[in-house]
């Protein structure tokens, strides 16, 4: 059974900078795609960043040059930096196969305010 179990958010100010952590059991994790999504509230959920099992990267255009994603195989997490950070990045943040196919976590909130 797939455990996704996200952490690291919380209430940060414009250009401020965050890191998402992201927890994964009952997966092969090393051979994963993983992906960061969001969603914003009234908005669908949507694919930020994903990365290979063998460490490509792949960025919305929203977030490129400013998020980045990581992988830790030892400890079967996977990151999201998040830098310059501004209101429209305000959103539950999640982690999930990159196909968003498992079941998903209770995400972890974004909130970008002054």
């Known amino acids: 059974q797939v455990q996704l179990v996200e952490s690291g958010g919380g209430l940060v100010q414009p250009g401020g900078s965050l890191r998402l952590s992201c927890a994964a059991s009952g997966i092969i994790f090393t051979a994963a795609a993983m992906g960061w999504f969001r969603q914003a509230p009234g908005k669908q959920r949507e694919l930020v960043a994903s990365?290979?099992?063998?460490?490509?990267?792949n960025y919305a255009d929203s977030v490129k040059g400013r998020f980045t994603i990581s992988r830790d195989n030892a400890k079967r997490t996977v990151y999201l930096q998040m830098n310059s950070l501004n209101a429209d990045d305000t959103a539950v943040y999640y982690c999930?196969?990159?196909?968003?196919?498992?079941?998903w976590g209770q995400g972890t909130q974004v909130t970008v305010s002054s």
């Open positions: 999930n196969h990159a196909t968003g196919r498992w079941a």
């Open positions: 990365i290979t099992a063998i460490g490509n990267t």
